[in-house]
Nanobody, 121 residues
C-alpha cells in the first residue's frame, strides 16, 4: 500500500528555517509530480510548491524566493526547504504526489497526513 510520510515540522522563530521531507513507502511503478500544500486554520488548502518528474518547479506567490522544493527520485522523496519563515507561514503542511502504484494501471493523487509548522513572531 502506497503511503506518503512527512517529517521535519516544528516550532521556529520568524526569520528561521525548516526543512520538510516526504518519503513514499510501498510498491511504486512511477511517480509524477510531487509537492507540498498547506492549510492554515480557517483557510483553504493552497499550493506551496511542486516539482515534476522532469524537474520543473511551481511555487505559490507567497513563498517565491524563500522556499525551495526538490526531489530525490532514488529515494522517492520530496523536500521543502523553507527559509525566512514568517508567522503567516504557520500551517499544516501536506505532502502530495501523483503516483502509479505497482500493479495499478492509472496514476492517482496521494496525500500525507500533514506536519505542523508553527512560526512565532
Amino acid at each position: 500500500q502506497v503511503q506518503l510520510v512527512e517529517s521535519g515540522g516544528g516550532l521556529v522563530q520568524a526569520g528561521g528555517s525548516l526543512r520538510l521531507s516526504c518519503t513514499t513507502s510501498g510498491s511504486v511503478f512511477s511517480i509524477n509530480t510531487m509537492g507540498w500544500y498547506r492549510q492554515a486554520p480557517g483557510n483553504q488548502r493552497e499550493l506551496v510548491a511542486s516539482i515534476s518528474n522532469g524537474g520543473s518547479t511551481n511555487y505559490g506567490d507567497s513563498v517565491k524566493g524563500r522556499f525551495t522544493v526538490s526531489r530525490d527520485d532514488a529515494k522517492n522523496t520530496v523536500y521543502l526547504q523553507m527559509n525566512s519563515l514568517r508567522p503567516e507561514d504557520t500551517a499544516v503542511y501536506y505532502c502530495h504526489a501523483i503516483i502509479r502504484p505497482l500493479s495499478v494501471l492509472l496514476p492517482r493523487d496521494f496525500w500525507g497526513k500533514g506536519t505542523l509548522v508553527t512560526v512565532s513572531s
